[in-house]
């Protein structure tokens, strides 16, 4: 039985929020990669084939040279499930804003 990872847990460790963080700004091979980090290149490995598990990264392949990069769709899908509680909390701090100004004008 293959493993499926959630999309939300891979971006929930610190390693790999910071490995998009790094790709974001390029694209960038997996030594690149791992030379930002202290633990070892097994580990930023494992890190990238979770993203890649994923679809949060891509591969692209040139010669020998792996390249990973943003797959901008996967982000788009993530914004879109996450645009709803945004648009919650908003309402709710906006409200919580007036009670507050509310409140301020009494005293």
């Known amino acids: 039985m293959e493993l499926r990872r959630d999309v939300f847990q891979a971006i929930a460790d610190p390693t790999r929020r910071a490995i998009i963080a790094l790709v974001a700004m390029q694209a960038m091979t997996p030594s690149a990669i791992a030379e930002n980090f202290k633990s070892s290149r097994q580990t930023i490995s494992k890190h990238i084939q979770i ?8 591969q692209e392949q040139n010669g020998r040279t792996i390249h990973y990069h943003l797959n901008p769709q ?22 919580l804003e007036a009670v507050m100004k509310n409140y301020q004008s009494d005293q």
């Not at 993203?51 to 990264?57: F, G, K, S, V």
């Not at 996967?74 to 409200?95: S, T, V, Y």
């Open 74 to 95: 996967k982000f788009k899908e993530i914004a879109d499930f996450i645009e709803p509680f945004r648009q919650l909390w908003d309402d709710r701090f906006n409200k």
């Open 51 to 58: 993203l890649t598990a994923c679809e949060i990264l891509e």
